[in-house]
Structure formats: structure tokens, C-alpha cells
């Protein structure tokens, strides 16, 4: 179960993601402040007991209610009920409700790179048989190894790194 800052913070993500799909120009201000109220509550995380942490997630809330403030003005905008219905997420959320499932978001950085090397590393929404892109390595002359069925690391010359992972992008959309 994840805290209820999370929780708000992921309603606005997914509230500011739906007014920019109906073609608001919202703030610039809100991605930057979005950012830091998940970096905070990220600190807040790695030692809930500490004095200078739970400062951390005071301001990561008064940043997520500055910014809710805003986007519920958006929201209006669009329509009475449209603003229910995201009142109605917030409002599950202070009654301990998960709205959203919060995604996994540990960063795996590509170790044991060889030197001299470029690398990438590749997450994809849908496991992938080694044999469709292992012709893309072959041609452009990088080394592509699975870490698991959906992650990709590519090593090689930088050129030809960003030239492998651009053939394998359509792999993506899969």
C-alpha cells in the first residue's frame, strides 16, 4: 500500500495527463513542482523517522495541494461532473483508498559496462523473443543481452547504440 501523498501525487499526475489530452495550456510550473513533491516524498520514504524527513513530506503535501488547487480549476472548466469525479479520487484517498497502483520505479542502471563502450537499457511493456532483435545487433554491430524477458541491455558505439534502439523501437508499441 502506498502513502496517501503518493496517492494524491498520482491523481494529479493522472488528472494533469487527461487536461493536456483534452488540449489545456496548463502552468509550466506544475511539471517542475510535481517532480520535486515525488522527490520529496521519496526522501520522506528512505527514513520515515527522521525530523528533517517528515519535513520533506510536509512540503511534498503543500506542493501536491498547490497543485491539486490549480488542476481542480481546470477541471471545472471542463465540467461539474468532471470535477466530481476527481473530487470523488481525492476524497478515496483520504478515506485510506488506493485510487492507483503505484508502478515499479526502481532505476537499474546498466553495470559492467566494457570500456570505451556506450550503453542502453530497454524496458518493454511485453516479453520478447531474443531471435527478433538479435539481427538489429548483428547489423549494427552492438551486443544486446536480456536481463530478463522484458529488458534489454545494449552495448557498443554510441552511433550504433542509438541506431539499434531506433530499429527497436517499433518493438515498443508491442
Avoid at 517528515?54 to 472548466?77: H, S
Avoid at 476527481?86 to 532505476?107: A, H, I, Q, T
Amino acid at each position: 500500500m502506498s502513502l496517501p501523498s503518493e496517492q494524491n501525487w498520482l491523481i494529479i499526475v493522472n488528472l494533469l495527463t487527461d487536461l493536456k489530452k483534452k488540449g489545456y495550456n496548463l502552468p509550466k510550473h506544475i511539471n517542475k513542482d510535481i517532480a520535486l513533491a515525488r522527490s520529496s516524498i521519496n526522501f520522506y520514504k528512505k527514513d520515515t523517522t527522521h525530523p528533517d524527513m517528515i519535513n520533506e513530506l510536509m512540503r511534498a503535501d503543500m506542493t501536491i495541494r498547490d497543485v491539486q488547487e490549480i488542476l481542480l480549476g481546470f477541471a471545472k472548466e471542463v465540467s461539474d461532473e468532471y470535477l466530481d469525479e476527481w473530487m470523488d479520487k481525492f476524497k478515496d484517498v483520504n478515506l485510506g483508498k488506493e485510487v492507483f497502483s503505484m508502478p515499479d520505479s526502481r532505476s537499474r542502471f546498466v553495470v559492467n559496462t566494457p570500456p570505451g563502450m556506450s550503453s542502453g537499457r530497454i524496458n518493454l511493456k511485453k516479453p520478447l523473443a531474443e531471435e527478433r532483435v538479435q539481427e538489429i545487433a548483428e547489423y549494427n554491430g552492438i551486443i544486446i543481452e536480456f536481463d530478463d524477458d522484458k529488458t534489454i541491455a545494449i552495448y557498443g558505439d554510441k552511433s550504433n547504440v542509438q541506431t539499434g534502439i531506433k530499429e527497436i523501437a517499433p518493438f515498443f508499441k508491442e
